[in-house]
């Protein structure tokens, strides 16, 4: 008897002792997905459970992203009987084999400042299958909105603005050429003789050689009278000089009556403007005489027609002879 009770002593003294030297509990965490395998951008959820002694408490240590994959939420620590649970939920935009890394979530013991990890988990991530044999079409069909009256009204309102807007401006393009062309109507020019003698009567009134201007005044006479020559002929008298007008003056037959004149009146000009000749009173007034008269006896005729009722013939007849 006395043995038996030594042996159960020693027993007990023993198992005290092995209950002594184990080591307290130290946190324990694991990680695991509901498969394996996932499509790009598919949301996986990554649970967590970590077990532990029932004074601790855990933060996560986790950022916006975990390896390749992007942190789309993250579930609140559930704590219950030694046991801590969580969830983050995460997603990849590559495919091919991605590896979500050890978790770390931090706890702090006798003071000290703790961290205890997951198991990292291996994911395989397919590209989304395509059937090429389907045409491609939208994921959802375009939306019908409804048009409201105020709408509807506002789009009539600005179609009938634009309408009335075009046909104005249309109108005003209208006018304007219009009014371009009454603009750009231009009267008949007048008559060579016409135009000769209204510029020998305006010179006549500034009575330049009265004034003792004697080369201005030659030289606007002379002028006059090629200019008419130009007009009336179709030669360039204005550039020719008094030899070359003469001579081409000598082609129209009705210029042969006053071709002494025309002679007498641009050789007389030339000496004053070029030979420094001063002339007498008499010819500065037979000047503008004969100019009136080249012109006069070359001017183009309008004869009215033959047998018109309202000229006598015998009129006709004197003009034309005239």
Same mark, same amino acid.
């Given at each position: 008897m006395n043995v038996m009770r030594t042996l159960n002593s020693l027993v007990l003294a023993t198992a005290l002792i092995g209950v002594g030297s184990v080591p307290a509990q130290q946190p324990a965490a694991r990680a695991w997905a509901d498969s394996s395998t996932f499509f790009v951008g598919d949301p996986i959820?990554?649970?967590?459970?970590?077990?532990?002694?029932?004074? *601790? &408490?855990? %933060?996560? *240590?986790?950022g916006d992203t975990i390896g390749v994959f992007h942190v789309l939420s993250r579930a609140p620590m559930h704590s219950s009987s030694g046991t801590t649970t969580t969830s983050v939920t995460v997603a990849a935009y590559d495919s091919g084999t991605a590896i979500v890394p050890p978790l770390a979530f931090s706890y702090t013991a006798d003071t000290a400042q703790h961290v205890v990890s997951t198991n990292p988990l291996i994911l395989t991530i397919r590209l989304v299958p395509v059937d090429t044999t389907k045409e491609f079409k939208d994921i959802k069909p375009p939306l019908a909105i409804a048009l409201t009256v105020a709408e509807v009204s506002l789009i009539i309102g600005v179609g009938v603005g634009a309408v009335l807007l075009l046909y104005g401006f249309m109108q005003y393009r209208k006018r304007k050429k219009e009014r371009h062309s009454e603009d750009l109507y231009?009267? =008949? =020019?007048?008559?060579?003789?016409?135009?000769?003698?209204e510029r020998l009567a305006f010179l006549k009134e500034k009575r330049l050689? /009265? /004034? &003792? +201007?004697?080369?201005?005044?030659?030289?606007?006479? %002379?002028?006059?009278?090629?200019?008419?020559?130009? /007009?009336?002929?179709?030669?360039a008298a204005l550039e020719q000089t008094t030899d070359e007008t003469l001579h081409d003056l000598r082609r129209f037959a009705v210029a042969h009556p006053v071709f002494s004149h025309t002679e007498t *009146? +641009?050789?007389?000009?030339? +000496?004053?403007?070029? $030979?420094?000749? /001063? =002339?007498?009173?008499?010819?500065?007034? !037979?000047?503008m005489t004969l100019a009136f008269e080249i012109v006069d006896k070359t001017k183009v005729v309008d004869l009215p027609p033959v047998g018109d009722p309202q000229?006598?013939?015998?009129?006709? %007849? !004197?003009?034309?002879? $005239?």
């Open positions: 959820t990554v649970h967590v459970e970590i077990t532990h002694p029932p004074t *601790l &408490g855990f %933060s996560p *240590l986790i231009a009267p =008949p =020019p007048k008559p060579a003789h016409v135009e000769a003698f050689w /009265q /004034q &003792g +201007l004697i080369k201005p005044y030659y030289t606007e006479v %002379s002028e006059i009278v090629r200019r008419y020559f130009e /007009q009336r002929f179709g030669f *009146l +641009l050789r007389r000009a030339d +000496l004053v403007k070029f $030979a420094k000749y /001063q =002339p007498s009173v008499s010819e500065n007034e !037979e000047m000229v006598p013939q015998q009129e006709v %007849s !004197e003009v034309v002879h $005239a």
